[in-house]
């Protein structure tokens, strides 16, 4: 289903849908905009990270033939990619497609896999932000698990947002604090990701993920000592973002 074209721009869809759920809770703002007319078709972008868990089991209560784009890099944790597999055959979720950058693109930007060592924006770009914006190509709008706790680049965060003038990207739990998350797990007995209880409250690729120690923020551990605290694959105002964002208000 394509949006209507009474929204004649993302940005217009994306005002009227968050004045119409502002007050809604999570699980409603996801329901309704999987049939809402103004997202169109829609895809579920999931790293099968530490909190993902959450809304994969929100989604797949109301839709678990939604597309789930879960995006290889071929350096992830080993624990991440059995759980991916885990997660989707309990939640019985039937349409995950795996995500991966192209074979030619490898070859010629990173033939020994040591592009993280040299240039870790660039290495994202390959293996992250290139493979899933060519996947997300047929897509109107992508839900993702983002929280505003979760880095003050974050702070602002709406349910939805205007990614340019090509997709809207949906946030429904960007209300949520770490409680929340961790009451939703428990109260439906959710698998956790392995590696959450050896120190990795935020989870990406082996190289660029290290352990959190207590009281520092939940992403500390990625790209530690980097000025940088976003993989690219989230766009401000149509622009793909290299490095740290500057916290915005709404």
Known sequence: MRPEQDFATVAERVSALNDRFRHHAAGAVLREALNARETGRVALV?????????LLHLAAIVRPDIPVLFIDTEMLFPETLQYQVDVAEKLGMTNVQIIRASR???????????LNQRDTDACCALRKTIPLEAALTPYDAWITGRKRFQSGTRAALQFFEAEGDRRI????????????????????KLPRHPLVAQGYPSIGCAP???KVAEGEDPRAGRW????????GIHFID???VRGPLKETVA
């Open 224 to 231: 530690r000592g980097a000025e940088k605290e976003e993989c």
């Open 104 to 114: 030619t693109q490898l070859a010629a930007q990173d033939p020994d896999g040591t």
């Open 208 to 210: 660029c993920t290290s």
């Open 46 to 54: 999931s790293s099968f990270g530490a909190e993902s868990v959450v």
């Open 169 to 188: 990207k949906i946030n429904p739990l960007a209300h949520w604090d770490p409680s929340d998350v961790q009451d939703y797990i428990w109260n439906n």
């Open 238 to 240: 149509g622009k793909m």
